[in-house]
């Protein structure tokens, strides 16, 4: 069994304090996004308590829950398994400013991972100086946890270092690959969320649709250091 989580309990402050699943990106709302990608998949979201009934309402295709602190993702992790801890299906993980377009979530334990919107630069290269972008991949908030066991033994870890503060994915991730294998996984098609700049760079929701959702042969794992 697979289930996803959407994490979206911040204070969302590149917003202005709106919540980031009922702003509008692309003619839609965004947890419409995430509706569209995730079809077919149980889907839990966390959100901050004053949001909770309102997101309910709204994102009636998902089950929602209240977190009432801010603690960072991986504190808004831990409510999903204070509820659930009694779970052990695998674990798609999504923020909730992170917009796809609809494609394969392989299985496994694995960051999704992007070409982050590089600026130009003049940059060195064995021809001399040239101009050009350099393009880097970064997380793009999608992570996927197949030993449940392992990560909420990890999540425990990582709030108990940090109890109150503001806990960033990384922790999770580095205390989770200690002794499970974490991979890159490339995906296609995302977008940002998280400021009104952003949000005016996203497509039309209709025009993004993968056109041949079998075609990914060059997307797959890649080896960047992660899991060394």
């Known amino acids: 069994m697979r289930r996803a989580v959407i994490l979206a309990a911040g204070k969302s402050t590149r917003l202005g304090g709106a919540n980031k699943l009922l702003v509008e990106a692309g003619g839609a709302p965004v947890h419409e996004w995430h509706e569209r990608l995730l079809r077919g998949i149980p889907t839990t979201i966390i959100t901050r308590s004053e949001d909770r009934a309102e997101v309910a309402a709204a994102a009636t295709w998902a089950e929602v829950i209240a977190h009432p602190k801010f603690d960072g993702p991986v504190g808004a992790l831990s409510s999903y398994v204070e509820f659930y801890g009694d779970r052990q299906e695998e674990l798609l993980v999504l923020f909730g400013d992170t917009l796809l377009v609809p494609q394969p979530l392989p299985t496994k334990s694995w960051v999704g991972i992007a070409l982050a919107p590089a600026r130009v630069w003049d940059l060195p290269s ?67 969320a998280g400021d009104a700049e952003a949000l005016g760079r996203v497509p039309d929701f209709s025009e993004v649709l993968l056109e041949d959702p079998t075609r990914l042969d060059t997307i797959g794992f890649l080896d960047l250091g992660l899991t060394r």
């Open 126 to 192: 064995p021809w001399g100086w040239a101009r050009g972008k350099i393009a880097l991949p970064v997380c793009v908030g999608i992570y996927s946890f197949d030993q449940p066991e392992r990560l909420k033994r990890a999540i425990g870890v990582v709030m108990a270092q940090g109890e109150g503060a503001d806990l960033p994915m990384v922790k999770l991730l580095n205390e989770y690959r200690r002794d499970t294998p974490l991979s890159e996984n490339l995906v296609r098609g995302w977008y940002d």
